[in-house]
Structure formats: structure tokens, C-alpha cells
């Protein structure tokens, strides 16, 4: 069955520093792929996301690109800061029929020092 | 607030009895998922409904566990003889349609503790 892979946190990084989450996926054919962020006490909400090989997905200074040859979607920022503090899921979306249904990775906590 | 919306947002229950959650999804969306997320783990899926049908339903989801979208609007989860193991968030999320790039929009989800 599909399933997702994030590198193991937590991660703490000082403000301003360069951050990598590795993520690598398996799954029959080529899902849509997404990073979701998790605020305390609140949902989850779309970071960003990529459709096909090669889309690099980017939003609030985050970025990942769906590489199909390694099967990954590693998310990026080249300057985190405080309010960056969250904890991030890696998923992939099924493709149809069930299309919609995500597969989620464990979650990586960030904390951003100051 | 168009958004996803669940409730109640805590469930505190003794084990034994039973609990009902509702979802309001974003009114176009025809597809609606639960999911259901322990501590330091990723959601895990639970079911789905394309408007009113109950398309798939996880392993996860034992016969304690029923869930009805009988207008193909609101959405409940009905957990009975709850156990300690049922303490978790229970999300709620809608899409529209079936694509596979189509966007999830979750709840804040229900935050059950069974003592």
C-alpha cells in the first residue's frame, strides 16, 4: 500500500537558519504530493503541493519539488523563523477512484529558537 | 467562517459509553474524510463519503465505529462502548470532487479522552 516517510525530529534550528524535512513516499503510479502544517491546538492546514514530476510546489518561503526518480518531496526554507514553529506532515493524495484519500508521514516538529 | 468545522472540539467520556462527533464540511465540497491522529503520529485514514455513499472504510475502523452523511452535507461519527485505545483527534476534512491535486480542507478536529 502507498505509504509516506519523514525524516525523525524533533528539529531545532536558531532563526534565520537553513532548513531541509526529508520525505520519501511509496505509492503506485505518481499521486499528488503535499506538505501540511500543524499549529499547536489547531488543524492542519495546506503548505503547499505538487501535481506531477519536476513541480516544485512553494509558499510563505517553503518550497519542494517532486522528484519521481527518487521518489521524495523534501520541503526547504532558506530562512526559517519563530513563527515557523509547527509540526510538518508529508502525504500523498490516492489516485482514482479513491483520489482525495491522503496517506500522511509521522510528522517532523520544528522549533525555531530566536 | 466558511471553513471545515467540528464539534465538540473536546470530548472527555468515561470508557463504556458513547460518543457521537459532527462535521460541517465547505458546503460545495461532495467529498467528506475522517481521519483519526494520535500523539506524534501523522492522521491515519479512517473513511470516506462521496456526498452521501460511504465509499471506503479502513481496518482501522472496527464495528465499534460507525459513521453517516445522510444528506450528503454534515458528517457524524459515532464511536460506542468506547475504549482507553479510542483517546486521539479525530479530524474531519472535504474536498470537491475525486482528483488526485484536489486540496483537503481539515477541521480542527475533535480531541477525545476516554478515562
Known amino acids: 500500500g502507498d505509504s509516506v516517510t519523514q525524516m525523525e525530529g524533533p528539529v531545532t534550528l536558531s532563526e534565520e537558519a537553513f532548513l531541509t524535512i526529508n520525505c520519501t513516499y511509496t505509492a503506485t503510479g505518481y499521486p499528488s504530493l503535499f506538505w501540511y502544517v500543524q499549529y499547536p491546538g489547531e488543524g492542519l492546514q495546506l503548505l503547499l503541493k505538487?501535481?506531477?514530476?519536476?513541480d516544485k510546489g512553494s509558499n510563505k518561503g517553503f518550497e519542494a519539488t517532486y522528484r519521481k526518480e527518487t521518489t521524495s518531496f523534501h520541503l526547504e526554507k532558506g530562512s526559517v523563523q519563530v513563527s515557523d514553529s509547527a509540526v510538518y506532515f508529508c502525504a500523498l493524495s490516492a489516485l482514482y477512484p479513491n483520489a482525495g484519500k491522503s496517506t500522511f508521514g509521522d510528522g517532523t516538529t520544528l522549533t525555531v529558537k530566536p | 467562517d466558511t471553513g471545515v468545522s467540528q464539534n465538540p472540539r473536546h470530548k472527555i467520556t468515561k470508557r463504556g459509553q458513547n460518543v457521537t462527533f459532527r462535521c460541517d464540511p465547505i458546503?460545495?465540497?461532495?467529498?467528506l474524510y475522517w481521519y483519526r491522529q494520535t500523539l506524534g503520529q501523522g492522521p491515519e485514514f479512517l473513511t470516506y463519503f462521496q456526498n452521501e455513499a460511504q465509499l471506503e472504510k479502513s481496518r482501522l475502523l472496527s464495528d465499534r465505529f460507525s459513521a453517516e452523511r445522510p444528506k450528503g452535507s454534515f458528517s457524524t461519527l459515532e464511536i460506542q462502548r468506547t475504549e482507553q485505545g479510542d483517546s486521539a483527534m479525530y479530524l474531519c476534512?472535504?474536498?470537491?470532487?475525486?482528483?488526485?491535486?484536489?486540496?483537503?480542507?481539515f477541521g480542527q478536529g475533535t480531541r477525545l479522552t476516554v478515562v
Open positions: 505538487a501535481t506531477k514530476a519536476d
Open positions: 458546503s460545495e465540497h461532495n467529498r
Open positions: 476534512a472535504s474536498s470537491r470532487g475525486g482528483q488526485a491535486n484536489t486540496e483537503a480542507f
